[in-house]
Structure formats: structure tokens, C-alpha cells
């Protein structure tokens, strides 16, 4: 079984920047790719950003592209990934959530991911 727990969402005004932390535990797969996803209310959930097991390549979302950057940290006690977001603007206003698969990127469908986090709720107010 694999936990995945993010943390580091709330309320920042346009501009701002957050940054999304997420630890794996449990059965953990050290040689997956791990990324985030997000949904906003009334909308379908998207693809941010993914990083391979090595730490390259990285994907992200037009959207996001020069103002998340994703990374992660593969040492034993770790295995954690990190989404450092900047440049925050209201449309970033979602739930974001923790995944990890052997392979990810902007093409995954959500639906066919099995593991998630409980999701962290990012605010961007104008």
C-alpha cells in the first residue's frame, strides 16, 4: 500500500508564490515518476506538472510552464516531491493532488491512476 501525503497549500494573493511538498511512504515505488494534478470546482482534473524517477526528464502544463517548477527527493528517508509554484495567479485556484506511476506526463489520464493524496487546497485571491 502507498501513502501519499501533500502538504503546503493556502491562501496566497496574485503574485505570491507556495510551494506543495509530498511524502511517500508504505510500498513505496523508487523507481516511479511522481507528479501533481489538480481540480478546480466544476472542472475536470489536470495535468501540472511530473518527474521521472531520476529527476529528468520533467513535464509540466502550458499553464505552467516558467512558474512551477517540480522536484523531488529520492533519499530513503525521503522520497519526497516538491512543486515550487510562482508567479501565482487565480486561475492556479485548485485542489491540487499528489500521484505517482511508472510513467507520467501531459498525456496521463487521471482516471487510470491509482494512487492519490487527500489533496491540498491552493487559494489564489486577486
Known amino acids: 500500500q502507498v501513502q501519499l501525503i501533500e502538504s503546503g497549500g493556502g491562501l496566497v494573493q496574485a503574485g505570491g508564490s507556495l510551494r506543495l511538498s509530498c511524502a511517500a511512504s508504505?510500498?513505496?515505488?523508487?523507481?516511479?515518476?511522481m507528479g501533481w494534478f489538480r481540480q478546480a470546482p466544476g472542472k475536470e482534473r489536470e495535468f501540472v506538472a511530473a518527474?521521472?524517477?531520476?529527476?529528468?526528464?520533467?513535464?509540466?502544463a502550458d499553464s505552467v510552464k516558467g512558474r512551477f517548477t517540480i522536484s523531488r527527493d529520492n533519499a530513503l528517508t525521503k522520497n519526497t516531491v516538491y512543486l515550487q509554484m510562482n508567479s501565482l495567479k487565480p486561475e492556479d485556484t485548485a485542489v491540487y493532488y499528489c500521484?505517482?506511476?511508472?510513467?507520467?506526463?501531459?498525456?496521463?489520464?487521471?482516471?487510470?491512476?491509482?494512487?492519490w493524496g487527500q489533496g491540498t487546497q491552493v487559494t489564489v485571491s486577486s
Open positions: 518527474i521521472s524517477w531520476s529527476g529528468e526528464p520533467t513535464y509540466y
Open positions: 508504505g510500498r513505496t515505488f523508487r523507481f516511479n515518476a
Open positions: 500521484t505517482t506511476d511508472p510513467i507520467l506526463g501531459p498525456t496521463t489520464d487521471w482516471a487510470h491512476l491509482s494512487y
